[in-house]
């Protein structure tokens, strides 16, 4: 399995329906590849959606407002931590089956696991 299956795969088909992915966030397009959030979960209501400041990727989302930690969606699925190991796969499969894309179900050795895992945290584009 290719170690960025995640960044070429999952992110861009994610990317293009966030509005129907975290519908919580009701994103708009902003510009190509990029939504901007009208709404937010209440754990990150100072991230500016208020003033279109919380912007969103296949990746994630951020803030441009103030200093605020750039969100993974596969640690928004966590509850806020970037999850590992095990958790890790188990989130993956879940921002799966919300992108409606399959995993290959080729089996993985663990430095492949690992490298997978250290790919998908890198962010597609800086945000």
């Avoid at 969100?71 to 188990?90: H, K, Q, T």
């Amino acid at each position: 399995m290719d170690r960025d299956i995640v960044h070429k795969h999952i992110y861009p088909v994610l990317g293009k329906k966030l509005n129907e992915a975290f519908p919580e966030f009701r994103f708009r397009p902003y510009r190509p590849g990029w939504w901007v959030a009208q709404d937010a979960p209440e754990q990150y209501a100072d991230y500016g959606h208020k003033e279109g400041k919380l912007i969103a990727n296949g990746w994630g989302f951020c803030s441009y407002k103030g200093k605020k930690a750039d969100i993974p969606w596969l640690s928004y699925l966590n509850g806020g931590s970037w999850p590992r190991d095990e958790e890790f796969w188990a989130m993956l499969k879940v921002l799966c089956e919300i992108a409606e894309v399959s995993l290959p179900e080729e089996e993985l050795n663990e430095e492949q696991q690992r490298q997978i895992e250290e790919t998908a945290r890198r962010p597609s584009r800086r945000l």
